[in-house]
Every structure is written in C-alpha cells, then in structure tokens.
C-alpha cells in the first residue's frame, strides 16, 4: 500500500516517519515552489502540483487525480485546506482511496456554523471542555459527536 501525505510540513513528515515504521511508501504533493520543502525530500515519490503555495491545493479534484495516478491506496489529508473540506474526504473515498482523516461526519459537523454551535452548546462538551468529566462521568464525545461506530 502506498499513502499519500498532504502538504503542511510538520504533520506530513511525521506521517512519514511513522509510514517508515510500518515500511509504506510515501508520495508527497507539492506546489511548484516548495521542491525543496522537507516532506517532498522525504517521500519516496512526488508529485508537483500546478501553482504555487497553498493556491495549488485548493482544487480538490486535481488533488485526488494525482493521488490516484500515483498509485496511492490512502490520503492522509495534514492540517488545514483540503483536510478540513468534507467534499474532499468524500472525493477520496468515492474515488476509492482510504481516508487517514477525521470521519466525513465531524467534518461536515464542523463545517457548518449552526452545527458548530449547536455541539459546543451541548452540556457533555461544555463539561469536557471545563474539565469537568473524566471517564467515570460516562461523557464520551464520539456519542456526543454521533460517530460512535
């Protein structure tokens, strides 16, 4: 199996590195002015995006189109851009990759404004986030979220 990892630097040579561990070959994407950025010259394999900076990653179909062309079974999506986009996680998937990210649901509940409000003025987040829960309050916020599997 071959993963991709996104862009931003830090989060992708760590995903590197651990890919190393489980001995995954890594192809990096980039924009045509990051060549030298350190995750591109870790991966074993890149692939050049058109633009430059962040302006190169915004188009989610160009990005799953040159994950699938260079062989890649899963995207990890990094942080920030794409890795926050529901309509991206989703491209993956449907495009048949696997998805090393948040479940699609979180993203389209964080996503949306209304949905955000909604969860942060639920009770077992409001105590999670004062610290007032441990696990023996029962407060789980996978239930609270709705991803529970």
Not at 48 to 53: F, I, K, P, S, W
Request: proline share 4%; aromatic share 4%; net charge negative.
């Amino acid at each position: 199996m071959t993963i991709h990892s996104y862009r931003i630097q830090l989060i992708a040579v760590r995903v590197i590195r651990a890919a190393r561990e489980l001995d995954l070959p890594i192809v990096a994407l980039h924009s045509r002015d990051e060549a030298d950025a350190l995750h591109a010259r870790m991966a074993d394999e890149v692939v050049v995006l058109d633009g430059e900076g962040s302006g190169a990653f915004p188009d989610a179909a160009a990005t799953v189109g040159a994950v699938v062309s260079a062989g890649c079974a899963a995207v990890h999506p990094g942080h920030g851009l794409l890795a926050e986009n529901a309509d991206f996680a989703q491209s993956c998937t449907g495009a048949g990759l696997t998805w090393v990210g948040p479940p699609l649901k979180v993203l389209r509940t964080l996503g949306d404004k209304t949905a955000q409000a909604r969860l942060a003025a639920a009770p077992a987040v409001e105590a999670f986030l004062a610290g007032g829960c441990d696990d023996s309050d029962g407060v789980d916020l996978a239930d609270v979220l709705g991803t529970r599997s």
